[in-house]
């Protein structure tokens, strides 16, 4: 059965203080991993697609990276205005497009 | 340009009320979705639209009608809701229904009282 799970389900950080985001997926075959930020209340803001495994993306203070079983985001130095939940989706050979639960993360200042 | 719109922000209905959903996008994409997000929980696929046909419907219940009226526009028709499909309503576009990314909507908060 396909599955998308992320970890940690939630993280607080202190400014300034880096760490990563984990999204572990079990698909038929993977045709595209996508990072989304969404603020409460609002629509997922589209950050990174990757598509093979050794691929890394960055803007800004997040990096993207993937390998054949996990996707990695990591985030340096962090500010308040990160926080937010971070969700991680697989598009599937099937064509379907399976989220994962989500991250919420919280940086403190 | 990478703007999905959706109308109205918010919408509150009794269960015995018609009332449609609106989404608009204007990047050439050819690919629409509807999703539908409970608190605190990822967003689920309800529909796909690829080249104005409905290619993906997700077992969603019939109270629920999707039109695909032409390649920009989007509507999800809602009738005789009930209090558990209280939710936010997403709408996503991409370039093709593929690996394309798909881009969100600000969404719409439905209450179903």
């Known amino acids: 059965e396909d599955q998308v799970t992320q970890s940690p389900e939630a993280l607080r950080l202190q400014e300034g203080e880096s760490s990563s985001l984990n999204c572990s997926y079990t698909?038929?075959?993977?045709?595209?991993l996508f990072w989304y930020r969404q603020d409460p209340g609002k629509g997922p803001e589209f950050l990174f697609t990757?598509?093979?495994a050794g691929e890394e993306k960055e803007k800004e203070r997040l990096k993207a990276t993937l390998t054949k079983k996990e996707s990695f985001l990591h985030i340096t130095a962090p500010k308040p205005e990160d926080s937010a939940t971070y969700l991680c989706?697989?598009?599937?050979?099937?064509?379907?497009?399976?989220f994962g639960p989500g991250t919420s993360l919280s940086v403190i200042p | 340009d990478t703007e999905v719109t959706q109308t109205p922000k918010h919408l509150v209905m009794g269960m015995t009320n018609k009332k449609s959903l609106k989404c608009e996008q204007h990047?050439?994409?050819?690919?629409m979705y509807w999703y539908k997000q409970k608190a605190k929980k990822p967003p689920e696929l309800m529909f796909v639209?690829?080249?104005?046909?409905?290619?993906i419907n997700e077992s969603v219940p019939s109270r629920f009608s999707p039109e695909c009226p032409n390649s920009s526009l989007l509507n999800l028709h809602l009738h005789a809701l009930q209090p558990e499909d209280s939710a936010l309503y997403l709408c996503?576009?991409?370039?093709?229904?593929?690996?394309?990314?798909?881009?969100f909507g600000p969404g719409t908060r439905l209450t179903v009282l």
């Open positions: 996503a576009s991409s370039p093709l229904a593929g690996p394309d990314t798909q881009y």
């Open positions: 698909v038929s075959g993977l045709r595209g």
């Open positions: 990757l598509y093979s």
């Open positions: 989706a697989v598009r599937t050979s099937y064509d379907k497009v399976i």
């Open positions: 990047m050439g994409h050819r690919a």
């Open positions: 639209y690829s080249y104005e046909k409905l290619s």
